[in-house]
């Protein structure tokens, strides 16, 4: 047996060996490494829950440190204090990791391939599974997201990203099997393990080339990069120079349809929609198609919306496409809001606490979740704001065959140089390769990029620059098989698993 100490200190080794194998760095065979080494943690220490959430906290401690930027720069709190607090972030995340190999270790035979291949995977899962719905969710540094360059994510479109992450694991088990520790392997499971690891990335390989969507034809667009800083974007000198500048870089382009980023007017829409206006006629007239991110308020009801708003073309005839109006049908408001940046739970408590909990912009109300896609020149594009790109089952839910571009807006401002916008991109590739249609990505600062429908970057900008994004895409129409069938593999491992786990339990007892 592996005492608690030794035990823990490899777990957390292990687990901040795992980060690096995400963007920006992508050395993604070290998550096999590293899982292997998890699992021969749990096979020989009597503290599995202590084990997991070692490694949750080597994993989350390094893979998150980009979050503590927002609160140093932006939220008014002192360095040493915004990294006690990405701790505390690390320490609830790692509570999932801790749960799943708690579970994992109930299997009546813990060194036993079935619990390598069946409990461990259905174990962590589940962790995975409560991790993205519980307070709101954080999906992030998900097993599945670090093979995006690799050929396992071409599974993506089948299984989805849950399903990549159990594959990862079955490669992990495998490469502890395929070692022999410590010679506990026998020959023939050795060569078993080899031919799994052969196997997955064989089937990965021969995938790269299975199409489920049907491409059509393809449509010019242009991304403006406005690079304006969170600081000057919104004081008052500075509004019309901002909305300037964007029109200056959209008046140069010819693309079917420009992109602004996240809240790139400086106005709210009520305060704009003059301006809109004359833009939408614009537009129309030239047969260009603008969306925009935009702050919506009501004035009904004093809500405010993360939003985006679509003006010009918006029919394939443009003499059908009706004019931009004010709370108009041609908008998406954000349904999935991020807690802290754009709500702040328990607000009478925490807001006067800290400057850090009244950050601009962050009193949103939720958009209604079952919003329409929105219509650009023809085609119906699915959008998601920000942080929503990361939460696949969410816009599972909402796409259709016939929408043919998933779009997403963003303002990475928020994080500096740091990786956190890098794993953000790497997420919508995901996305891309899950639904085998286009992503198109455009951002306040970066990282902006063309996302093709097989996950692979077309083009991108550099982080920081003031620019525009000029390219085409290939719009995709029908479903992929993770469409048609979501997580139900997922949940059917955690049924066989149940089911093996209550025949191992009643032949141990026998």
Same mark, same amino acid.
């Given at each position: 047996m592996l005492k608690t100490l030794p035990a823990c200190l490899i777990a957390f080794i292990a687990g901040a060996i795992a980060s690096f194998s995400f963007a920006p760095y992508q050395l993604w065979p070290l998550i096999f490494i590293s899982f292997a080494a998890l699992i021969y943690c749990l096979e020989r220490s009597k503290a599995p829950f202590r084990v997991g959430l070692f490694f949750g %906290?080597?994993? +989350?401690?390094?893979?998150l440190r980009w979050v503590h930027v927002s $609160? +140093?720069? #932006?939220?008014?709190?002192?360095? #040493? /204090?915004?990294? !006690?607090? /990405? !701790?505390?972030?690390?320490l609830y995340l790692a509570l999932f990791p801790a749960l799943a190999c708690y579970l994992a270790s109930k299997w009546p035979q813990p060194r036993s391939v079935a619990f390598r291949y069946l409990a461990f995977p259905a174990a962590w899962m589940v962790g995975e599974w409560l991790r993205a719905r519980l307070l709101t969710g954080f999906p992030w540094l998900m097993p599945g997201y670090s093979q995006v360059d690799a050929p396992l994510a071409n599974f993506a479109s089948i299984v989805g990203v849950y399903g990549v992450s159990v594959i990862v694991l079955w490669v992990a088990a495998a490469l502890y099997s395929a070692l022999g520790v410590f010679q506990t392997t026998s020959k023939r499971q050795a060569v078993s393990a080899i031919g799994v690891i052969v196997i997955a990335f064989a089937l990965g390989v021969l995938l790269k080339n299975v199409t489920f969507t049907h491409a059509e034809k393809p449509l010019s667009v242009a991304l403006v990069q406005g690079n304006e800083s969170i600081e000057n974007k919104w004081a008052a000198q500075n509004r019309i120079p901002t909305l300037n500048r964007y029109w200056q870089m959209t008046r140069q382009s010819n693309a079917d349809v420009v992109i602004w980023p996240e809240s790139a007017l400086p106005f709210s829409e009520y305060d704009a929609k003059d301006y809109?206006? @004359? $833009?939408?006629? %614009? !537009? =129309?007239?030239?047969?260009? @198609?603008l969306i925009s991110g935009i702050i919506h308020q009501d004035q009904h009801t004093e809500q405010y919306y993360n939003a985006l708003v679509v003006l010009g073309q918006k029919t394939a005839n443009v003499a059908n496409s009706q004019p931009y109006e004010y709370n108009g049908q041609d908008r998406y408001y954000k349904r999935h809001l991020l807690p802290i940046g754009e709500f702040v739970p328990f607000a009478s408590i925490l807001r006067p606490l800290a400057k850090f909990f009244d950050l601009p912009m962050s009193d949103f109300s939720e958009g209604k979740q079952d919003q329409s896609p929105i219509d650009v020149k023809g085609h119906h594009w699915l959008s998601a704001i920000c942080y929503e790109i990361a939460f696949g089952s969410e816009l599972n839910a909402m796409i259709t065959p016939d929408i043919d571009t998933i779009l997403t807006i963003s303002n990475d401002t928020w994080f500096g140089h740091s990786i956190g916008p890098a794993q953000h991109l790497q997420i919508a590739q995901m996305r891309a390769i899950e639904f085998q249609r286009p992503v198109v990505r455009a =951002?306040? =600062?970066?990282?902006?990029? !063309?996302i093709d429908r097989h996950g692979h970057i077309s083009a991108q900008l550099p982080m920081f620059k003031t620019l525009v994004l000029n390219g085409h895409i290939t719009p995709a129409t029908g479903q992929s098989i993770y469409q048609r069938i979501g997580l139900w593999p997922i949940y059917i491992l955690f049924i066989i698993a149940l089911g093996g786990y209550l025949i191992a339990s009643k032949r141990a007892k026998i």
């Open positions: %906290l080597g994993l +989350y401690c390094i893979g $609160m +140093y720069l #932006f939220g008014g709190i002192p360095l #040493f /204090v915004s990294y !006690l607090l /990405v !701790l505390a972030l690390a809109l206006k @004359t $833009m939408d006629e %614009l !537009l =129309t007239k030239r047969q260009q @198609t =951002t306040n =600062t970066g990282i902006t990029a !063309l």
